[in-house]
């Protein structure tokens, strides 16, 4: 996960006089006390680098802080989604506290505490398991589903249920079980592992992930394929092109009609749908519906409500863009 140029923290300890400078000719936003960001560079700052300056600036000005939840996530390539509210720390001696925007989280269990961009961070595993606690459902299989990706290349797994369970805190331990059923180190985006989500609680089977077809001298996978009925679907995302390079961009869709087109003629039909009609769920039940899917179990309205608000973020709901970071990876 890379800054957008510019996106460098100015410090008053370290450039006072630039700091009073720009201030003085408002051309500074202050993330936090002594750390301030160049206002026309925050202001085109997507929610997550948004919160990541955050997280750095509290890095910067804090004497030697562990980061823990969606802090040390934004760190370690993990998804987040919207702006989180608040920045997560250990803390040392075991008590909880706050300052400012700034959560210091005793804990009763230990933590493995690691390192990412240069700052402490509990472990990737014990990062998953504690925003698998806390966050909606199909947020927090988005999540694992990230760590078991980026686990599985290291040669690494986690059950999070099993290392739930023998935790003191017992929040959120039946979700812990429910996402460890699904957990699957296949979905390779954020969007896909939601939909996968919302696709069970609309009632549909369950498709198989990334299905590889060969037609016309070409090797083409899809997101979802349900076998029965040879229906494709897939989940659009960032991540997929450069958005700031237009001719990468014609030619991404360029491609992906043709790709689309070429599948057409061999299978019974194809659904596309973005992040939007995902957290809707009624655009991406229609989409399903459209290609002559029908659920095959009731709907499970109770979750799907959860898709409605992620509490712990300052947007009530991410618009049509994919959160960030956790595009294909």
Known sequence: MNASPGATLLLTREQPFDVARLDRDRQLHRVRA??????????????????????LAVARTWQSPVFCLESAAVLQGLPIFGEPTHIHVLSAGGRSWSEGDVIVHGHVDPRDVTGALGMKV??????????????????ALAVVDAAVRILER???SIDVSERGRTQRNRRGVRQLDWVQARACPVSESVGESVSRAVIEWLGYEAPLLQKVFHYEGETDRSDFYWRRLRIIGESDGYGKYDADDPEA???????????????????????????????????????????????????QSLMLRTLAQNPRSFAPRPKAESPKPGGRS
């Not at 925050?42 to 300056?53: G, I, N, Q």
């Not at 491609?255 to 655009?283: C, H, I, Q, S, V």
């Open 34 to 55: 002594g750390a301030y960001v160049r206002k026309k560079v925050w202001d085109h700052l997507d929610p997550w680098e948004r919160y990541r300056l955050r997280v």
């Open 154 to 156: 290291r040669g690494e």
């Open 249 to 299: 961009m014609k030619a991404h869709f360029v491609a992906e009609k043709t790709r689309e087109d070429r599948l057409r003629r061999y299978e019974g039909g194809f659904a596309r749908w973005d992040w939007a009609d995902t957290l809707r769920f009624e655009p991406l039940d229609k989409k399903l519906r459209a290609t002559g899917l029908v659920p095959a179990h009731p709907r």
């Open 122 to 139: 509990t472990a990737l595993g014990d990062t998953a398991v504690d925003l698998a606690r806390v966050l909606p459902p199909a947020f």
